[in-house]
């Protein structure tokens, strides 16, 4: 049994009756690579048989500990059923992609088992030209985007005849342990929780704003303010650095409280013309990623008449995962800030502004502890820290509150050479990440094979025209080229 960090239990301590803390990806695949042709439900339980011994997190269970005493533990799940876990279903005859749309936007909408493994997977037949999709969905407690990206190099190969494979390490099966064990771990575990806040408190109050579980309450900017200025002095911080700048995110339509309803829509980008933009103007990729975003929904806010005046504050998840890290999976991020320049209507001068804004962001991001979320976390105790996570949404969607940020923009560099998942072709893949109350719009591009996938989640309610929102991507860096 392994216990799940602070960070690892906030993804599950955000879900609610509206809200859900898995991510997912959709894989379109070419079965014409493979020499039979076709890509079958077999092959793909041959597939997850062969491999699920490389891939330990989607053995593990949930354990809570009784009355919320401690973090909850992973238990290799003794009654594994893998046939619970893969599907299949098919799309009518003649479906067009929006309702492969529709259909992803109705697995992700619906919360995964706690009583099993956090993850589900489907293949998806009825696609146009014979092509298959290939829905995976886990848990964001179990992955990050780069343990997630791990997964995905378990599952794919570079040939259609697949690979030699690694051998697996040996992993005993865990005893499922009685409420009286767990109730005993948990009152073993609290005279830890007063260690683990003094641990945190130097690297933690100085940056308290920087949190997004504190940085809504009256008085975070304050504290972190006056502790940075006491703590300086004795710290390593170069003043260079521009610390505590807080953006102020104003409201707009998808910004309220969230419905349990999503819409999801996807579709592709040239990254050589990413790329041309990007040597032209002398920036990064991600900083044009980010700047054609801004105006794509620069032009759905005019055209629904809801632009604020200022900027729109974008979060920016960050990894922080080091070498040394790599193959433990759970969570290793910082969620990072920066102004979204929706209200610049130059599509130069809102490609500038955002290279400076996102310069100074990675700039910001080297000064803080990598381990901020997880130390800030642990001024809450487990057992009400449910409540407080979800308390924190109330107050970002109340009337007189503000959201810590509008929207979700992440960029996810991938392979630029093909790849296969048993013997097909990988033609593209989507995230489908999550959104929030206060932050209904969650946009994730990940680069594969010479373009860029996009794939975007909302509130359905909110953005009942989330496909518009393609189209403006498109002419915004049409814009630019």
Not at 94 to 110: C, M, N, P, W, Y
């Amino acid at each position: 049994m392994r216990q799940l960090t602070s960070l690892d239990a906030q993804f599950l301590a955000l879900e609610s009756s509206n809200q859900t803390g898995h991510v997912a990806g959709l894989a379109i695949l070419d079965p014409s690579s493979k020499e039979s042709g076709e890509l079958t439900f077999e092959d793909i339980c041959r597939l997850m048989e062969e491999r699920l011994p490389l891939l330990p997190p989607l053995r593990w269970r949930l354990v809570e500990v009784p009355f919320g005493l401690d973090y909850p533990y992973w238990l290799d799940d003794p009654d594994f059923d893998l046939d619970f876990h893969v599907r299949e279903l098919a799309l009518p005859p003649g479906a067009t992609k929006d309702k492969l749309a529709e259909q992803v936007a109705r697995i992700v909408s619906r919360p995964l088992d706690r009583a099993r493994p956090l993850w589900e997977l489907y293949l998806i037949h009825g696609l146009e030209d014979g092509q298959k999709a290939l829905l995976t969905k886990i848990h964001h407690s179990v992955i990050d985007g780069l343990s997630g990206a791990e997964i995905m190099g378990v599952l794919f190969d570079l040939a259609p005849e697949g690979r030699e494979l690694p051998e697996a390490q040996a992993n005993g099966v865990d005893r499922r342990p009685t409420e009286l064990e767990m109730l005993t771990r948990g009152l073993m575990g609290l005279p830890r929780y007063p260690l683990r806040v003094l641990r945190s408190l130097p690297r933690a109050l100085p940056n308290l704003d920087e949190a997004p579980v504190f940085s809504t309450l009256p008085g975070a900017g304050l504290v972190a303010k006056v502790t940075d200025r006491l703590t300086r002095p004795i710290s390593n911080r170069e003043t260079g650095v521009l610390a505590h700048t807080s953006y102020k995110a104003p409201k707009t339509r998808f910004n309220g409280r969230i419905s349990p309803h999503r819409r999801f829509v996807f579709g592709q980008l040239d990254l050589d013309e990413v790329k041309a933009v990007k040597n032209k103007r002398r920036c990064t990729v991600n900083d044009v990623v980010v700047a054609i975003c801004a105006g794509a929904v620069r032009s759905w806010l005019l055209e629904h008449d809801d632009l604020p005046a200022d900027p729109l504050v974008v979060q920016v998840p960050v990894s922080v995962r080091t070498d040394e890290q790599m193959g433990t999976y759970g969570n290793r991020i910082m969620l990072m800030s920066a102004p979204f320049f929706t209200n610049e209507p130059n599509a130069v001068r809102r490609l500038e502004k955002t290279h400076r804004a996102l310069a100074a962001m990675k700039e910001h991001h080297r000064a803080l502890p990598a381990e901020l979320l997880q130390d800030t976390n642990h001024f809450i105790p487990p057992a009400v820290f449910a409540r407080a996570a979800r308390a924190t949404f109330a107050i970002s969607t109340s009337g007189a509150g503000r959201p810590t940020w509008n929207l979700v923009v992440s960029n996810v560099p991938g392979p630029q050479f093909p790849l296969y998942c048993a013997g097909a072709r990988l033609v593209a893949h989507y995230p489908v990440s999550v959104i929030t109350d206060g932050m209904g719009l969650n946009i994730t591009v990940m680069s594969y094979d010479g373009h860029m996938d996009f794939g975007i989640v909302a509130d359905r309610d909110q953005m009942p025209d989330l496909w518009s929102l393609l189209d403006r991507l498109h002419d915004s860096l049409e814009e630019l080229t």
